[in-house]
């Protein structure tokens, strides 16, 4: 059950079970991922942010860059959204899913 709280608000229970849990691999695995995954996700969020801002002075193609960027974090937002739910469904079935790149960098700072 621990490993599926880590996710549940983000980076702020990630480091909080990852502060707290000293003798579980597992609830630590859940809780640094949970921060290398949402820490990733601001990242992008700032990213494209910061495009739309500096696209959004340009005539036209601002308008364009703009729309594009609300796609794009329309789809980023939901496939989050269903990422964090999966994620809280496997560390509650006891699975330890490993998220691309992040899972395995995971594994080798809690070693």
Known sequence: MS???AY??????GILFLL???KSPFVRFHAAQSIGIFVAFMVFWVVISMLSVVLGIIPFIGAV?????FLISLVVGFGGFILWLFLMYQAFQG???EF???GPQ???MLR
């Open 3 to 5: 490993g599926a709280l």
């Open 8 to 13: 549940l608000l983000g980076v702020f229970t």
């Open 20 to 22: 707290i849990e000293k």
């Open 65 to 69: 860059a703009g729309f594009f960027f």
């Open 95 to 97: 699975k330890e899913w």
């Open 100 to 102: 691309p790149f992040v």
């Open 106 to 108: 995971v594994r080798k």
